[in-house]
């Protein structure tokens, strides 16, 4: 823990040192790029809004000058419409609200189960944001409170993300189900390991039937270090929106794990579910994705996230959940979009990776 903190230490100050010199050089050779007291608009502006007089070079718009200036960063009207030349941290002063619905997707249970969330953002200065939020799915069996900040290490490249987070899981119920079917949802019958179908040619699925569970309540520390590189104004690398969870009490029923038949029964499935607790040890959450702008007003964000309770990596302990984000942004002030999350692309034998689905739809202002 020390070596990282000290790590982390390291790249703040070459970053924030970085920035100033790059903020710095921006400007004319006499240093007027440089908000150190112009008119009261000239620290915070977008790419290309210098606001000063014509460089060396000639160039009347500033179309070289960088995006962020020494002393300010964007206001509430320059904030950019394209979503990768967004800062991390949110500018000082500026609140975003973001509110979604969702709805239980998967192949069993479709429709059967809502949720909704409401997530705010305040820019308590330009480098540091307050975060909070409720979220829910399944009908309320899942939830998070959550409440914490987001500070920039190097700005606009490396943050750390520290929130207390109340939560509790869902955890769904399963049916062996026959496919094909010879009737809608049809399930199997008989004892366990004797069960059969109408249909002699039908195999047997153990699948999520559209129920849930609600497993405990746990206290956790979430830390995350959000980080983003941009390729290209179009292209960004992110990851680490979170990375590990430090618990605080154990629960007996948090996740479902894959139990495996022993011995196989031919046209039986050959796994079982069972529902599983998570001790106190911290869980390892990591993220990672890439963001894309093809035209400014549209973003196009995939990403993947590695959760392992009790950082136990043995087999059917972990789920691999990966969402593809689509957002439009016809102003300034204003953003909506849909979220489309597979919630395991690494199943257990008999089920796909597209079986288990999520869909919300969002919209986020900022005032």
Same mark, same amino acid.
């Given at each position: 823990m020390k070596t990282a903190l000290v790590m982390a230490l390291s790249v703040a100050y070459v970053g924030w040192h970085a920035h100033n010199a790059y903020a710095k050089g921006g400007g004319d050779d006499d240093g007027g790029g440089d908000d150190d007291g112009g008119d009261d608009d000239g620290g915070k502006s977008e790419k290309g809004d210098a606001g000063g007089d014509d460089d060396d070079d000639g160039n009347a718009d500033g179309s070289d000058q960088p995006s962020v200036y020494a002393g300010g960063l964007y206001t509430i009207n320059t904030y950019p419409i394209r979503e990768n030349d967004r800062p991390l941290t949110m500018t000082k002063g500026v609140t975003q609200i973001r509110l979604g619905l969702g709805t239980d997707l998967s192949a069993k249970?479709?429709?059967?189960?809502?949720?909704?969330?409401?997530? *705010?953002?305040?820019?308590?200065?330009?480098? =540091?944001?307050?975060? #909070?939020?409720?979220?829910?799915?399944?009908?309320?069996?899942?939830?998070?409170?959550?409440?914490?900040?987001?500070?920039?290490?190097?700005?606009?490249?490396?943050?750390? +993300?520290?929130?207390?987070?109340?939560? +509790?899981?869902?955890?769904?119920?399963?049916?062996?189900?026959?496919?094909?079917?010879?009737? $809608? %949802?049809?399930? *199997?019958? #008989?004892?366990? %390991?004797?069960?059969?179908?109408?249909?002699?040619?039908? *195999? /047997?699925?153990?699948? @999520?039937?559209?129920?849930?569970?609600? #497993?405990?309540?746990?206290?956790? /520390?979430?830390?995350?270090?959000? =980080? +983003?590189?941009?390729?290209?104004?179009? /292209?960004?690398?992110?990851?680490?929106?979170?990375?590990?969870?430090? &618990?605080?009490?154990?629960?007996?029923?948090?996740?479902?794990?894959?139990? $495996?038949? &022993? @011995? @196989?029964?031919?046209?039986? @499935?050959?796994? /079982?579910?069972?529902?599983? #607790?998570?001790? *106190?040890? $911290?869980?390892?959450?990591?993220s990672i994705g890439i963001a894309t702008n093809p035209i400014p007003q549209l973003s196009v964000t995939l990403f993947a996230q590695l959760r392992i309770p009790d950082f136990d990596t043995s087999a059917g302990q972990f789920v691999v959940p990966v969402t593809a984000r689509v957002e439009a942004s016809p102003t300034q002030k204003l953003d909506f979009g849909l979220e489309f999350t597979l919630l395991n692309v690494k199943p257990p034998d008999g089920q796909s990776p597209i079986d288990n689905r999520y869909l919300s739809f969002f919209a986020q202002a900022r005032y």
């Open positions: 249970g479709a429709f059967g189960s809502f949720g909704a969330n409401l997530e *705010a953002q305040y820019g308590y200065s330009d480098n =540091f944001t307050i975060i #909070g939020g409720l979220t829910d799915a399944y009908n309320f069996k899942q939830y998070g409170v959550y409440f914490g900040f987001e500070g920039a290490l190097a700005y606009d490249l490396l943050d750390i +993300r520290v929130a207390a987070n109340l939560h +509790r899981n869902a955890v769904a119920l399963y049916s062996d189900f026959c496919n094909p079917p010879s009737m $809608p %949802g049809e399930i *199997a019958t #008989g004892s366990p %390991g004797a069960e059969m179908c109408q249909s002699a040619s039908s *195999a /047997i699925q153990n699948l @999520p039937n559209g129920n849930f569970l609600a #497993g405990g309540t746990k206290f956790s /520390i979430d830390l995350g270090f959000p =980080f +983003r590189y941009s390729i290209k104004p179009e /292209i960004a690398i992110i990851a680490l929106q979170t990375l590990i969870s430090i &618990d605080f009490n154990a629960v007996d029923i948090d996740h479902a794990t894959v139990v $495996p038949v &022993d @011995p @196989p029964v031919t046209g039986q @499935p050959s796994t /079982i579910f069972r529902k599983t #607790g998570n001790s *106190a040890k $911290p869980d390892f959450n990591p």
